[in-house]
């Protein structure tokens, strides 16, 4: 029954494996069609690639935490909500996803400029005394992309949260446990399979993010995205924009790789415990 795996297995290697090895291959070619790794000795040579590579890094950790933030008691909510209020929150947090991340971009445009919603509200409630600037920074970028990416948080903590059995909150606070150590040593460490794979989901997707960052911010703050378009499009070096991609792509590789390790870690180490808190319960 192999063989029934093998269109889905084509699909892949069509879609996916192919379009990778040419990238790869381009990476390695000199415009003249020769074997090359000028294109790595270029990048990795070049210090303004450092602070490329920071500041690509810098706004998907910024973005990754505020997304976290927000979307743990969010998802939680959603978790211990009624059925009609946990529908109503989901469809609030899914509906977003139907709108393009262009349309979403130039309504923030709109929103955080001097005299935009944003600003308009935050001196009618007495928040700024004048207006503040929001565009062609990083604060602006990071309320753009935190709207953008914060549902690829809520779901998986989501998923993980209503699994938790809420009985074991109350038999921790009937056990003279406070709330936050409660939190700690009971409902944090059953959550934090979906905080790894929340986090890995919003930090891949905003490290490679280049409509957002081209739309509110400019040419003014350069991340990896950025410079594989205009080698593509400006420069028309394939070899720089391949190079440029593949550590792209590797960035983004490690951080997945990296998430499902420490899942798996993390959930063999919580079968581990039930395994000898239920032992220790048979003994006793």
């Known amino acids: 029954m192999a063989w029934l795996a093998l269109p889905g297995a084509g699909y892949l290697m069509l879609v996916f494996a192919l379009p990778l090895a ?15 790794l000028a294109g790595y000795a270029r990048f990795f040579s070049d ?7 920071w500041n690509t890094l810098k706004i998907a950790v910024l973005v990754t935490s505020v997304c976290l933030l927000i979307g743990y008691p969010v998802a939680f909510a959603m978790a211990r909500a009624r059925p009609a209020v946990q529908a109503l929150m989901f469809l609030a947090l899914i509906l977003p996803l139907s709108v393009g991340v262009i349309v979403k971009s130039f309504a923030w445009t709109i929103l955080l400029r001097s005299n935009g919603l944003v600003n308009s509200t935050s001196m009618a409630l007495g928040l700024a005394d004048e207006p503040v600037k929001l565009l062609f920074n ?10 953008v990416f914060l549902p690829f948080m809520v779901l998986p903590i989501f998923t993980v949260a209503r699994q938790i059995d809420s009985c074991l909150k109350e038999a921790a606070a009937t056990l003279g446990a406070t709330p936050w150590y ?3 040593r009971v409902t944090g460490p059953l959550s934090l399979p979906g905080v790894v794979a929340g ?3 919003v930090f891949s997707m905003a490290v490679s993010m280049y409509v957002i960052p081209a739309l509110l911010i400019g040419d003014r703050y350069q991340t990896l995205p950025a410079l ?3 080698a593509y499009l400006f420069m028309r070096d394939r070899q720089a924009g391949s190079t440029l991609a593949v550590v792209l792509l590797l960035i983004a590789v490690a951080i997945v790789v ?12 919580t079968s581990t415990s039930s395994t000898t808190t239920t032992a220790a319960g048979a003994a006793r």
Not at 138 to 147: P, S
């Open 228 to 230: 594989v378009a205009r």
């Open 182 to 184: 409660a939190f700690a």
């Open 258 to 269: 990296g998430s499902t390790l420490l899942t798996r870690h993390l959930q063999a180490k």
């Open 138 to 147: 990083e604060r602006g970028l990071v309320i753009a992309a935190v709207h």
């Open 22 to 36: 040419v990238l790869l291959a381009s990476s390695f070619h000199a415009p003249g069609g020769a074997l090359s």
């Open 47 to 53: 210090g303004y690639n450092a602070t490329v590579v």
């Open 199 to 201: 986090c890995a989901f």
